[in-house]
């Protein structure tokens, strides 16, 4: 099998801590060029992984006939001109969670990579965790038999720490729900399947974080029925004080 050359746009937290890593774990893939718009971070990126193509303008990156496959890995309000460039020049893209600001950027994102015709997945990396993937043949296999209920809780405590882009609806375009809780709604759709309907609640108990107004959720819950009539519960706090910032 050829080589899959890949970019990187956006070299943060998690582009280094997990992107980085996964890519050495496949041996068909070559990390070929990086982007970051903050020169520092870019600069730790290229010392970090020798890499020898590297640009502050993510359409220089999306334009390379070397690179063929595109990691976005940005804050969330550029996720969909970014995808939206790379699928335009045939990239396929593995974009980060959540997609897109709203559904009407996630479906433009979809319907570009469609039109185009390439590979396209988001970053929802809990499917791909061994007890979930277990848990996820166990329901397949009938090993469990009729799933009837699903409960899920995402409890964290971040206390009033800056979260940075995160606590900025501009930025992020929502709180703990597409931080944390999109994780959860995958796994529920992967495990359960479809829902029919659903009535949720968020609440913002913190304001100021350290000196900066957040104007997004730090909680949220969603009680759901699925097509095949099971039921779910799914919550999300970044205020679960004791628990830690979790993994
Ligand atoms: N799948 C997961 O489990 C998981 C975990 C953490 C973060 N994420 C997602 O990954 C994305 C990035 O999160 P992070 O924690 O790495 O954030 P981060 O702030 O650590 O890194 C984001 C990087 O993007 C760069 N950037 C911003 N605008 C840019 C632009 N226009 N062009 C190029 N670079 C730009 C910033 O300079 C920064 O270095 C978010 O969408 C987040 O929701 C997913």
């Avoid at 709203?102 to 979809?110: H, I, N, R, S």
């Avoid at 949720?200 to 959720?217: M, P």
Wanted: glycine fraction near 10%; proline fraction near 2%.
């Amino acid at each position: 099998m050829a080589t899959i050359g890949v970019g990187i746009i956006g070299c943060g937290g998690i582009a280094l801590q997990n992107h980085l890593p996964g890519l050495k774990l496949c041996p068909d893939t070559q990390l070929v060029g990086l982007c970051d718009s903050n020169a520092e971070v870019l600069d730790c990126a290229v010392q970090q992984t020798g890499v020898t193509f590297s640009t502050q303008d993510y359409n220089e990156l999306v334009r390379r006939d070397d690179i063929h496959a595109v990691i976005i890995a940005t804050p969330n309000a550029t996720h969909a001109a970014m995808a939206i460039a790379a699928a335009s020049n045939g990239k396929h893209v593995l974009c980060e969670k959540p997609l897109g600001m709203d559904q009407a950027e996630t479906l433009g994102m979809l319907n570009c990579a469609r039109e185009n015709g390439v590979r396209h997945m988001t970053a929802f990396t809990y499917r791909f965790v061994p007890a979930m993937r277990y848990m996820k043949y166990l329901v397949e296999s009938g090993g469990i038999g009729q799933p009837y209920h699903i409960r899920t809780c995402r409890l964290q405590d971040w206390g009033d720490r800056n979260l940075g882009w995160r606590q900025f609806s501009q930025m992020a375009g929502s709180g703990e729900l597409g931080d944390m809780l999109s994780h959860r709604l995958d796994y529920a759709h992967f495990l359960i399947g479809d829902m029919k309907r659903l009535t949720a609640d968020t609440r913002r108990f913190v304001d100021d974080r350290q000196g900066q107004i957040s104007d997004l959720e730090d909680w949220v819950t969603v009680m759901a029925e699925f097509e095949n009539q099971a039921t779910g519960v799914l919550e999300s706090s970044k205020l679960a004080t004791g628990r830690g910032e979790g993994a």
